[in-house]
């Protein structure tokens, strides 16, 4: 069967989109995103996601990572659903809900001309675990604070330079810690200044990504528990890819940035 997809990219965190309101749907997600995530023999990116009608949303989303395991949230892939959605004449809303896994999120467009030029999304109230615990792999032992934002994250802040970290082999232990039963995304932290946090990632599933949103908000909210930043103020997170807003509150966090389309295509299932 012919699929049609539009590739696009969140600060880099690229994905493959199938619009599955008004064309056809694929048989089998997970296969599917492990073949076209490749890079060398597929489409390449970090998995794929499905645009579908909901009975509770304005859409619905399902995301899959590279490795073919389903996620419950992705923050980059829902402001791209966003412009996608908008842009391509599926809604002429400018505040949209959509339905995921962790519960249904409002994103706010900003644009003109019919254009998306950035995306808000309430991420809705972030749940605060562990806070800097230590956790000990064959790397060495880390301090963390365990952040679920709909999908789990473990936040890390070091004084070492994360630019230079060696994240494949950080990453994966930490990944794959018994102390997180369902895997869990790893954020590596610099604190820049009082609104300025710089991240890395290794997200379950997908390996280093350039950038993830339910990290960077993930970070915001462990910075903020740990009193790193301030709370109900904007602080940038730069990611390899660029640069997400992040407002962390008591109720909720408000995650602002772009995305972009990259080019459209057809495949074979």
Known sequence: MSLEFTKMHGLGNDYIYFDCVSKAQPKDPEKLSIKLSDRHFGVGGDGIVLIMPSDKADFRMRMFNADGSEGAMCGNASRCIAKYVY????????????ETKSGIKTLDITGNDHKAQSVTVDMGKPIIG????????????????????????????TEEDTTSLELEKLGRPLENHKVFPDRANVEFVNVLGKNDLRMRVWERGS???????????????????????????????????????????????????????VFDGVVEE
Do not use: Q, W
């Open 87 to 98: 842009e391509r004449g599926l809604t002429d809303k400018t505040k949209v809900t959509l």
């Open 130 to 157: 562990a806070l800097s615990e230590p956790i000990k792999t064959e790397n060495g032992e880390y301090v963390y604070t365990f952040v679920d934002m709909g999908n789990p994250h473990c936040v890390i802040f």
């Open 207 to 261: 390996g280093e990504t350039l950038a993830c949103g339910t990290g960077a908000c993930a970070t915001v909210t462990a910075a903020a528990a740990n009193g790193l930043v301030p709370k109900n103020e904007p602080v940038n997170v730069h990611l390899l890819g660029g640069t997400l807003t992040i407002v962390y509150t008591d109720e909720k966090v408000l995650m602002t940035g772009p995305a972009e389309f």
